[in-house]
């Protein structure tokens, strides 16, 4: 299977499409979804009202956070790894905008979504799978020494753009670099709290915070 057929259409309709392929799947809320269907109601009345697996693990319910994170992660991943193997590289990243976009901004909840760090997780790995490991790598050591799952998002995402700079592309380096600065924008509350001291910190325990 390829997707000649598809380009003879006209690029644009290719780019089009794979645009909306990702942000059709980008803005599935699986965290609202699973909260609900885990008797742990709406999410977003829950901690800081996000939809995504921090927020989610506020619940107590560990599985359901990490049904949230594979989730948003492979909502991320999907749309892109097919339009890249299928339609090539330029069409991926499209997807990859569509995906992260629809995650923040999914219509269904009136465009107020996630932050995306695990959709921006999903979507890297599929885009260069090094940058995934080495985001998630970055994004644990320092939640290991911080206890800030929030610090840990903003010093990998910030990082991560460098690494795939030296590592692939001037071109790709830019596109992460444009999704950590989303990424970024939407933890302008938690770096408010961070610089406050008040930013709550990673807890594993079953109580709800």
Request: charged share 10%; aromatic share 12%.
């Amino acid at each position: 299977m390829n997707g000649n057929y598809l380009w003879a259409a006209g690029p644009w309709l290719v780019f089009a499409g794979a645009f909306f392929l990702g942000y059709a799947l980008g803005s599935i809320p699986f965290g609202l979804i699973f909260s609900h269907l885990g008797g742990a109601g709406d999410i977003r009345k829950v901690g800081s009202g996000n939809i995504g697996a921090t927020n989610v693990l506020r619940t107590g319910k560990k599985w359901l956070a990490l049904a949230t994170l594979l989730s948003d992660a492979g909502k991320g991943f999907a749309p892109v790894l097919l339009c890249r193997l299928y339609l090539g590289q330029e069409a991926a990243l499209f997807a990859a905008a569509g995906a992260f976009l629809g995650h923040l901004f999914p219509v269904w909840l009136r465009f107020r979504g996630g932050k995306g760090v695990a959709t921006y997780i999903g979507i890297v790995t599929a885009l260069y799978w090094p940058a995934g490991v080495f985001f998630c790598a970055s994004w644990l050591s320092i939640a290991l020494i911080s206890r800030y799952s929030s610090l840990s998002a903003l010093i990998a995402a910030a990082l991560t753009p460098a690494f795939v700079l030296t590592a692939a592309s001037p071109g790709l380096a830019a596109f992460v670099a444009a999704l950590s600065a989303f990424l970024i924008a939407r933890h302008h509350q938690n770096i408010k709290k961070l610089i406050a001291g008040e930013e709550s910190k990673i807890k594993l325990s079953n109580r709800n915070s």
